[in-house]
Nanobody
Framework: QVQLVESGGRLVQGGTSLTLSCVES????????MAWFRQAPGKEREFVAA????????EYAYPVKGRFTISRDKAKKTVYLQMNSLKHEDTAVYYC????????????????WGQGTQVTVSS
């Protein structure tokens, strides 16, 4: 069975940087399409970023474009989210997700999810 484990979330000051990691285990085969979603208290889960199987195509939600970078290390089966110029509104639980379909911003396309890691940005 596929397992995704996120790490790296913590309390940081606004304007600083933070990198999240997500490690996949429990399967062999070609890489999944990977994505990051986030959910703040009282809000719906929202798309953050996604990366295709080869790592040569990336998509970003408008609020994070230019500040966040998604990347992957296929040998390590790890996906990263580099977050720069963090804002208070970035505060949320960040979830890693995997899909066997094409790259998408739709959470319904992702079959596997991690438990989440809390990112809190002070103002």
């Amino acid at each position: 069975q596929v397992q995704l484990v996120e790490s790296g979330g913590r309390l940081v000051q606004g304007g600083t940087s933070l990198t999240l990691s997500c490690v996949e285990s429990g399967r062999t085969g070609i890489p999944f399409v990977m994505a990051w979603f986030r959910q703040a208290p009282g809000k719906e889960r929202e798309f953050v970023a996604a990366i295709n199987r080869s790592g040569n195509t990336r998509e970003y939600a408008y609020p994070v474009k230019g500040r966040f970078t998604i990347s992957r290390d296929k040998a390590k089966k790890t996906v990263y989210l580099q977050m720069n110029s963090l804002k208070h509104e970035d505060t949320a639980v960040y979830y890693c997700a995997a899909s066997s379909d094409f790259i998408s911003r739709d959470s319904a396309k992702y079959s596997y999810w991690g438990q989440g890691t809390q990112v809190t940005v002070s103002s």
